[in-house]
């Protein structure tokens, strides 16, 4: 049974520990609590530019934890709409509501159908185990 | 304990030293350095008595855990002792007093210790030429990747990536950005060497080189490195070595034997120093036959009539990577490390390394302690080995942090943490081979008590350490908000 506060019911997730919130054409980025969880307290977020293009698998961003610096790869692709300049001043609020406060950026879609191949919470929970 | 700053200490017009009688002639200050180039205000410096600067260094010191105050065991930094006879040697006065511009003519003894050092460092790289002008193992590798630009291009050749392995130290993909060349990421395969099948699925002709540390971050020497070698100069790129893990070959095999063409020591690694403050350190590289034409200049040589100079004459030389020489003391405790073991005694050393490694090793499982810190790759290693504390995490709930930041209420310090990158909760122990049996053992008990006390509470090893005069760190805290300056006013 999945666990709500760790893998939300209402989200698609990548095996690279993204989650999308798809809302018609556009849709919600950011990261996992598993993946917050193993980068650890997030001390840096260079944010993104609203216009950029993101691709699906690839990397759009860097997160810096006490650990590593570590690349977020975008789940689906599109262009970048809005970028949350909160999580960007505050990067705990990612460790705190990675899914809430802690969205990183808003897509508008270029692909809808590559949603398709994200995994449902079921899976993704069992990727997590 | 006080953590003042040295600034905030002391008054007004104190001083620890009285000017000697100026004993040449009196000349005015503009004549001696044009006003443009002088501050506009005199410098704002401490002003306190000598005893008050010998107990503030004395009191940063305790505060400080060093390797003259307990193990060490911070893997792929191979903090080995530093023998006081190296110390001694260092400090000779023909060595430590020489000017950076001295002339070659009057630095004969020097330069002579340079020539040798390179001959010797180039015996065990397998690889003759040699230039002991970097700063450290980065800038080492810097070199050496400029190195491989210089020979691309001299063979119209360009290239545009360079391989490292996800194991990689992360300077190697920090080298090869600065270089301008771009990152591609090779995996690990499950016996925790190169993936072949991916090396050659991404060697194609855009690629310039491949870095590789033979034996890896994971502490396990690549069996497969003739084959790696194979591929790499098929497609005309360079295999470069990152010297970090140097300890547990030396003397046993040399990297020119196993196809490499450029490779970097870690001399305050491999060879011993006072080392463990970020410095100084030195990362000389060697090279072979085809990439010496690039190698920096000058070079050290020995002419006919047994003179040593500095030859600044060599065309297609990449030219300087700093200024002067390098860092001198460096090469006198080097020098004197090989002196001291010879050949027979450079390969003891490797053989204790990786004999000290894989006793810890055996001790821990021994002990039971596995079960809760598993070895992540292989069952034997090299001169150091890679456990994960995930089982540790999920059963006892404390963390590798937690673990490593307990060991120093015992006298130890952590072994490297969450490196590398693709083994969760990373231990990385590398003891060294100038470890008694009786320190490994002790090493081993602290593991073993850390773990069981974890049973019972968790919360000593959540909240250590508990004995060291700065507790535990706010690391987050200080990496976002990070106070880097303090204004001081005279």
Redesign the interface.
Known sequence: MADPARVPADLLYSDHHDWARVEGEEATFGITWYAQD?L?????WDGAKVGDEVTAGDSYTEL?S???VSEVVAPLSGRIVAVNEEAERS??TINEHPYEQGWLVRVALSAPAEADRLLPPAAYEELIG | MSARTIFEQGRKGRRAFVCPELDVPDRPREELLPSKLRRREPAVLPEVSEPEIVRHYVRLSKKNFDLDSGFYPLGSCTMKHNPRLHERVAGLPGYARLHPLQRPAAAQGALELMWRLEGALGEIAGLPYVSLQPSAGSHGELAGVLLTRAYHEANGQRGTKVLTPDTAHGTNPATVTMAGYEVVKIATDEAGGVDIDDLRAKADEDVACLMLTNPNTLGLFDRNIEEIAAIVHGIGAILYYDGANLNAVMGRTRPGDMGFDIVHFNLHKTFTQPHGGGGPGAGPIAVSERIEPFLMTPRVRRGEDGEFDLDYDKPASIGRLRGFQGNFGTFVRTYAYICSLGAEGLREASEVAVLNANYLLARLGEMGLLERLPLAYGELCGHEFVLSGAPMKRDLGIRT?DLAKRLLDFGIHPPTV?FP?LV?EALLIEPTETETKETLDEFVEAIAAILAEAEEDPEIARTAPHTTPVRRLD??GA??NPIIRQEVTR
């Open positions: 193993q650890g307290e997030i001390v840096f810096e006490v650990k590593a990067p705990e | 942090l969450y990158l969760d690391e987050a990496a976002r």
